[in-house]
């Protein structure tokens, strides 16, 4: 009641309501692997999911009966699972290239398949030369003036291991959006993925430019704010609630709680909060150690 009488949230129309429930699946696109030429070693970029792999997903999902499909498009771009900042867009030509892409849209188009291109703005994964990432400009530094890198838990060693991915700074998500956004716009894709902005915000302590997390907020609001004009449909995952107003598709939705020991039971309040107003999806089901009880939480 309260996002809703403050304009934060709408009830999904009639039309979407009458449509089945929506699918997503999310595709992983280029990766490094090492082959050997002539016997010497050579990393080379290996397609896990091609365009055309797209459509023969679809066709078999559809002979099933499941139509209303969505596929987040990850590691297609600007050198795969490992991409640059997203300063300029070029399709991986392992995965079909920008030919494929554009064949894959008019398919997406006929059959009304979701198509949401992932790009990462709140971490650096890859960094070329020609990408005009500057880490002195564009990362995020610590009060020491350092670098941070992402960190993630290791339930196998119980403690966080850095990640290799190192924060932007929010002061610029805008400044690589716009140098990528006009020829994303001409591909005319369903909406864009932009994963972490609904999740992450980072601090900055750069000595000259420094932004905390409100000011890191207000950045990420202003950039999907943008998108949602551009796109019309906007995909991220967590959903922190000031992306709300602006997405039509939230991923990874906490579902459950903690499992705390002395949790009792759980209850699914942020999917009862979004139920009737936004399209949105929890962990991914074949990533479940339990996936039966993954199932249960979704129904």
């Known amino acids: 009641d309260y996002f809703e009488k403050n304009g934060i949230l709408e009830r999904l129309s009639a039309e979407e309501v009458k449509k089945d429930i929506p699918l997503c699946l999310e595709t992983m696109g280029v990766i490094y692997s090492t082959e050997k030429i002539l016997s010497i070693p050579v990393t080379v970029k290996v397609p896990l999911t091609t365009f055309d792999d797209v459509k023969s997903m679809y066709n078999q999902l559809s002979e099933k009966g499941v139509s209303n499909v969505n596929f987040k498009l990850t590691g297609y771009t600007n050198g795969g699972m490992k991409s640059t900042v997203p300063s300029k867009l070029k399709w991986e030509k392992k995965v079909g290239g920008e030919d494929g892409f554009k064949d894959l849209m008019a398919f997406a188009e006929e059959k009304d398949v979701g198509i949401y291109p992932e790009f990462e703005f709140s971490y650096v994964i890859g960094v070329s030369l020609f990408d005009g990432f500057n880490y002195k400009k564009h990362a995020v530094q610590t009060m020491d003036g350092r670098y941070p ?13 850095k990640t290799g991915y190192n924060p932007i700074s929010p002061s610029v998500f805008e400044y690589f959006y716009d140098k990528m956004s006009p020829k994303l716009l001409e591909a005319k894709p369903t909406g864009i993925s932009a994963g972490s902005l609904g999740s992450d915000l980072n601090s900055d302590f750069d000595d000259e430019d420094p932004y905390n997390r409100e000011d890191s907020k207000e950045n990420v609001v202003a950039l999907l704010e943008k998108m949602e004009k551009d796109f ?20 990874e939705v906490p579902l459950d709680s903690s499992q705390y020991l002395k949790s009792s039971n759980a209850i699914p309040f942020m999917g009862m909060v979004l ?5 949105f999806t929890g962990s991914a089901l074949n990533m479940a150690g339990d996936i039966d009880y993954e199932i249960l939480k979704s129904i």
């Open 149 to 161: 890198s992402q960190r993630e838990y290791d339930p196998a060693y119980q403690t966080f291991f």
């Open 232 to 251: 019309s449909n906007v995909m991220v995952s967590g959903g922190n609630a000031y992306a709300l107003p602006y997405v039509n598709y939230i991923l």
């Open 275 to 279: 139920h009737g107003y936004l399209n």
